[in-house]
C-alpha cells in the first residue's frame, strides 16, 4: 500500500513538471514549493506574468521612440548647423574667389570655364599697345600701368554698380507708374458703372411711369397707376377727384397689392436724385396714402371676420365701440392740421405721465387721431391744387378775352379809318365841333397851351 503511494506520488509530480514546463522560472519555483495550488491559482498567476510581460515590452517599445525621436532631432540640429557653416563658407570662398579675379583683371567674371571662343589669351591682361602710343604712355612701367588698370577696372565698377541702380529705379518707377495707372482705370471703372447703375435705375423708374400711364390710357389703371398720376401731372384734367376717393371699392386683395406696389415705388423714387426737391413733399403724400390704406384693410379684414363669425383669428384694431369712435370722429371734425398736432401730443403726455387711465382706449383713439390728420393733409393738399388749376384756367381765360378783345378794336379804328379817307378823297368829309373839355385832361391841357 504504502508502495503504491509513492508511485502514484512520482507519476503525479512528472505531470506536474510538464504542465509547467513553459511556465517562468518563478511560477515553477513557486508550483514546486507548493503542491496545494489549486488549477485555478496557477491560471491567475500565468495571466498576471503575462500582463507584466507584456507591460515591460510596451514600456521598451515607447522609450526606444522617444530615444529615437530625441536622436533624429538631434541629428537635424546638426545637420542645420552644418548646412548654416557651408553656406557661410561658400559665401566667403565665393567672395574670395571674385576678389581674386578682380585682382586679375577678370572683372566680368570671365575664365577658361566658359571662354566660348576658345581664345587662349583670355586669360591674360589685355593692353592696348595703340593707345598708350597714341596717349605717348608706352614707355611708362609695368607697376604703374598696373595701377592704372586696377583704377580703369575700379571705375568700370562704379560704373556698372550705378547703372544698376539706375535700371533698378527705373523698373521700380514703371511699377509704380503701372499701379497709378491700374488704380485709375479702377475708378473710371467704378465710375462708369456707377453712372450705369443710375441710369438703370432711372430707366427703371421711367418704365414704371410709363406703364401706369399705358393702363391708364386702355381704361386697364390700378390704384397705383391712380396716386402715381396725380403727384406727378399738373394739367388740368387730372387731380378733379381726391386721392382718397381711389380707394373705393377695393378689396382686401387689392389693398395689400397697393401697399406693397407703395412700397416698391417709395423705394425706386428715393433712389433719384433727379427729385430731390420734391422729395419731402412725395414722402408725406406717400406717408399719408399708406396710413389711410392700412386703416382701411384693417377695417375690411375685421368686417370678414365678423361676417365668417370666426372668433379665433386675433387681428389688432381699435379697442372702442361704435358709439366712442363716432364720438371721436366728431372731435376730430373740422380740425386743422396744427389743432391735431396738439391734440395728439396731449394724448401721448397723457398716456406717458398718467397711470390711471385705460391705455387701450387712447391709443385707439391716437391711432383713428393719425388717420384723420392724414386724410386731412390730403384734403388740404387737394384744395391747394384745385386752387393753383383754378388760378390757371382764370389766367388763360383773361388772356384769349384780351386778345380777342384787341382783335376787335384793331378792327373797328381800321374801318373807322377808311370810312374818313373814303369820305376825304369824295369831299364830303366835314370836321364836327367838339368842346375841348371833352377831351381827356393830358390832351386839354396841351391845346390850351397851344
Not at 489549486?38 to 517599445?61: P, V
Not at 372731435?331 to 391735431?340: E, V
Amino acid at each position: 500500500m504504502m508502495d503504491y503511494s509513492k508511485h502514484k506520488y512520482h507519476h503525479d509530480h512528472r505531470k506536474d513538471r510538464k504542465r509547467f514546463c513553459h511556465q517562468s522560472p518563478l511560477t515553477l519555483s513557486s508550483c514546486m514549493s507548493t503542491r496545494n495550488f489549486t488549477r485555478t491559482d496557477e491560471e491567475i498567476l500565468t495571466n498576471k506574468n503575462r500582463i507584466m510581460e507584456k507591460n515591460e515590452e510596451e514600456h521598451q517599445i515607447i522609450e526606444a521612440k522617444k530615444n529615437q525621436q530625441y536622436e533624429s532631432q538631434e541629428f537635424d540640429e546638426i545637420l542645420h548647423k552644418k548646412f548654416q557653416r557651408n553656406s557661410v563658407n561658400s559665401n566667403v570662398r565665393e567672395q574670395n574667389t571674385k576678389d581674386i579675379f578682380i585682382s586679375k583683371g577678370e572683372c566680368m567674371d570671365y575664365r577658361d570655364t566658359n571662354n566660348l571662343y576658345d581664345d587662349r589669351e583670355s586669360m591674360d591682361k589685355f593692353i592696348w599697345k595703340k593707345k598708350l602710343e597714341k596717349n605717348s604712355s608706352f614707355n611708362i612701367s609695368p607697376e604703374h600701368l598696373e595701377t592704372i588698370m586696377a583704377q580703369c577696372i575700379k571705375q568700370n565698377k562704379i560704373e556698372i554698380e550705378k547703372i544698376k541702380k539706375q535700371r533698378l529705379e527705373r523698373e521700380m518707377q514703371k511699377k509704380i507708374r503701372e499701379k497709378e495707372k491700374e488704380f485709375l482705370q479702377r475708378l473710371k471703372d467704378a465710375e462708369y458703372f456707377r453712372k450705369w447703375k443710375e441710369q438703370e435705375e432711372l430707366f427703371l423708374f421711367n418704365q414704371i411711369h410709363l406703364r401706369s400711364k399705358l393702363r391708364i390710357a386702355n381704361g386697364q389703371a390700378k390704384p397705383i397707376d391712380l396716386f402715381i398720376h396725380y403727384i406727378t401731372n399738373d394739367d388740368l384734367s387730372v387731380g378733379i377727384c381726391e386721392p382718397s376717393t381711389y380707394l373705393n371699392g377695393l378689396t382686401i386683395h387689392d389693398l395689400e397689392d397697393l401697399l406693397a406696389d407703395i412700397r416698391v415705388y417709395t423705394e425706386k423714387e428715393q433712389q433719384q436724385e433727379v427729385r430731390i426737391k420734391l422729395h419731402k413733399y412725395d414722402v408725406e403724400y406717400w406717408q399719408d396714402i399708406t396710413t389711410i390704406t392700412s386703416d382701411e384693410l384693417s377695417k375690411l379684414r375685421k368686417l370678414s371676420v365678423e361676417l365668417n363669425n370666426d372668433q379665433n383669428i386675433h387681428i389688432r384694431q381699435e379697442n372702442i365701440n361704435s358709439v366712442i369712435f363716432q364720438d371721436a370722429t366728431e372731435i376730430f371734425k373740422n380740425k386743422t392740421i396744427q389743432q391735431l398736432e396738439q391734440f395728439g401730443q396731449c394724448i401721448r403726455l397723457k398716456i406717458e405721465n398718467e397711470k390711471e387711465i385705460d391705455i387701450d382706449y387712447w391709443e385707439s383713439v391716437l391711432s383713428q387721431l393719425e388717420v384723420h390728420m392724414a386724410r386731412t393733409r390730403l384734403h388740404d393738399r387737394h384744395q391747394i391744387k384745385l386752387a393753383r388749376k383754378f388760378q390757371k384756367i382764370k389766367e388763360e381765360q383773361s388772356i384769349s378775352i384780351t386778345s380777342k378783345m384787341n382783335d376787335n378794336d384793331f378792327q373797328f379804328n381800321e374801318d373807322l379809318e377808311n370810312k374818313c379817307l373814303n369820305e376825304y378823297e369824295q369831299g364830303y368829309f366835314s370836321p364836327k365841333l367838339v368842346n375841348i373839355h371833352d377831351f381827356d385832361n393830358d390832351i386839354s391841357k396841351y391845346c390850351i397851351l397851344e
